[in-house]
């Protein structure tokens, strides 16, 4: 059974930093890619980061580019998701997503995973 739990959400200062963890099961890197996707209060879910499955390369999204770093840990199943430089438009529940996609680029769409975490929400506030 395929799942994904992410941790390491909570409240920083405009300027701060968080680290997400996406950690998994069921799947091996080499035929998913990983995602992480946001989505604010009455707004739609936004591709963030992915990272390819076999290349490993990365993707940004342009809000977050030069602030955010996608990272993954194959030894202990974990996609991170490093912020820093946070804006308080930054606000959002992040999503891990995994998308069965063994050559390729990555995608930014949220349509493109088939397997969700639960979410950690991220407010950054002062």
């Known amino acids: 059974q395929l799942q994904l739990v992410e941790v390491g959400g909570g409240l920083a200062q405009p300027g701060g930093s968080l680290r997400l963890s996406c950690a998994f099961s069921?799947?091996?890197?080499?035929?998913?890619?990983i995602g992480w996707f946001r989505q604010a209060p009455g707004k739609e879910r936004e591709g963030v980061s992915c990272i390819s499955s076999r290349q490993r390369s990365t993707y940004y999204a342009d809000s977050v580019k030069g602030r955010f770093t996608i990272s993954r840990d194959n030894a202990k199943n974990t996609v991170y998701l490093q912020m820093n430089n946070l804006k308080p438009e930054d606000s959002a529940v992040y999503y891990c997503g995994a998308d069965r996609r063994v050559f390729g680029s990555c995608k930014l769409s949220a349509n493109e995973y088939e397997v969700w975490g639960q979410g950690t929400q991220v407010t950054v506030s002062s």
């Open positions: 069921g799947f091996s890197l080499d035929y998913y890619a």
